[in-house]
């Protein structure tokens, strides 16, 4: 009789050794994946920022902002002008107001001071000055 000889059984791996493996395996299809993503997102992001047209509603975006900014400015000058007219008026009218206000009478109050002075006056002389 012949005898076949059977062909000797590989090893049997790890079953470890073989988790292990294919994890390694899949986490480099992962990153693969994940670079060629990013390159195509950079390059994209690339084309958008080097288009023209994009490049010019950008600059067209920063400008119409700027010009809102100049017109708030030039309002709030106007303004600032205004104000200091009204203001400025205002004190004139304050200054004419105290030149032709009337003023109280002084007559009064130095009446009343005269008679004081005289009483007082007389009450001195009433006094008797002895040493």
Same mark, same amino acid.
């Given at each position: 009789?012949?005898?076949?000889?059977?062909?000797?059984?590989?090893?049997? =791996? $790890?079953? =470890? +050794?073989?988790?292990?493996? *294919?994890?390694?395996?899949?986490?480099?299809?992962?990153?693969? /994946? %994940?670079?060629? *993503?990013?390159?195509?997102?950079?390059?994209?992001?690339?084309?958008? #920022?080097?288009?023209?047209? &994009? /490049? @010019?509603?950008?600059?067209?975006?920063?400008? +119409?902002?700027?010009?809102?900014?100049?017109?708030? =400015? /030039? @309002?709030?000058?106007?303004?600032?002008?205004?104000? %200091?007219?009204?203001? #400025?008026?205002?004190?004139?009218?304050?200054?004419? $107001? *105290?030149?032709?206000?009337?003023?109280?009478? &002084?007559?009064?109050?130095?009446?009343?001071?005269?008679?004081?002075?005289?009483?007082? %006056?007389?009450?001195?002389? @009433?006094?008797?000055?002895?040493?």
């Amino acid at each position: 009789m012949c005898r076949v000889r059977s062909l000797p059984e590989p090893p049997k =791996e $790890n079953s =470890e +050794s073989k988790i292990h493996q *294919t994890i390694g395996q899949a986490m480099l299809w992962f990153m693969i /994946a %994940a670079d060629i *993503t990013v390159g195509v997102l950079v390059g994209l992001l690339v084309r958008k #920022c080097t288009d023209d047209d &994009y /490049a @010019a509603w950008r600059k067209l975006k920063k400008l +119409s902002e700027h010009v809102i900014a100049l017109e708030h =400015e /030039a @309002a709030e000058l106007i303004s600032s002008i205004e104000i %200091a007219k009204k203001r #400025c008026m205002a004190g004139i009218l304050r200054a004419q $107001n *105290t030149q032709t206000k009337r003023r109280p009478p &002084y007559h009064r109050v130095l009446t009343a001071f005269l008679v004081l002075v005289l009483f007082a %006056a007389r009450a001195s002389l @009433a006094q008797k000055i002895e040493h």
